[in-house]
């Protein structure tokens, strides 16, 4: 298992970062919080864990050893695989997870785009006693990646599985509710924005279809 890389960053966009680690080139897959930490041609230093299958070795990275255990205990509960777990992860704090668990506060992770209610619930249930808060202040959004807004938050979209029409869709709807997010240009807050609207539509749809 890679625990860890270290090196310069060589290409970093709101989905992945490129770390060169002595002349290699790691690709990470990442949340925007985590790469929103990370700058081009600076070394960093991103917590890493290894989801190894048939046909692929992918590297997902972590802003810290705290949010890659959350990620390695999401992965246990049926149903969700790596993409869903780093959505989770997208969208809520390792502590607003843990709090939302020891609730048993399911409509929390409906929010995320691919968990309904029955995974919601899943995840209340598997994670029980698994996952206990820590009475950790939920940290502040981190300042945007510095590059154009909307071509990043499209990118962390369909990264996470949505097409780029929905995607785009989606964002303009989310920035129409909050126009101040588009002023401020915060990435990682846009993308956030957009799925929390994603989640919040996907509500209202089932609401009509009953």
């Known amino acids: 298992m890679i625990s860890f890389v270290r090196g310069p960053v060589a290409q970093l966009s709101l989905a992945q970062a490129v770390i060169d680690v002595n002349g290699v080139g790691m690709l990470v897959h ?27 070795m992918t590297l997902y990275g972590f802003s810290d050893v705290d949010e890659r255990e959350v990620f390695e205990i999401l992965l ?22 843990r709090r939302a668990v020891a609730d048993g506060d399911g409509k929390t992770f409906t929010k995320v785009p691919g968990v309904g209610p029955k995974v919601a619930g899943r995840i209340v249930l598997e994670l029980k006693g698994k996952l206990v808060p820590t009475g950790a202040a939920v940290s502040a959004a981190p300042q945007p990646i510095p590059m154009e807004w909307k071509e990043q938050v499209v990118a962390a979209m369909t990264s996470l599985g949505w097409n780029e029409r929905d995607a785009l869709k989606s964002i303009d709807a989310a920035v129409a509710a909050e126009p101040e997010l588009a002023e401020a240009a915060n ?5 956030r924005a957009t799925l929390r609207w994603l989640g919040q539509d996907n509500t209202r749809q089932g609401s009509r279809v009953h």
């Open 30 to 56: 990442a949340t925007p919080k985590t790469l929103g930490g990370l700058r081009m041609g600076e070394e960093a230093v991103v917590t890493t864990t290894m989801i190894v299958r048939e046909d692929s």
């Open 76 to 97: 246990s509960v049926s149903g969700i695989g790596p993409r869903l777990a780093l959505a989770i992860l997208a969208l809520l704090e390792p502590e607003t997870i």
């Open 187 to 191: 990435v990682p807050a846009i993308l």
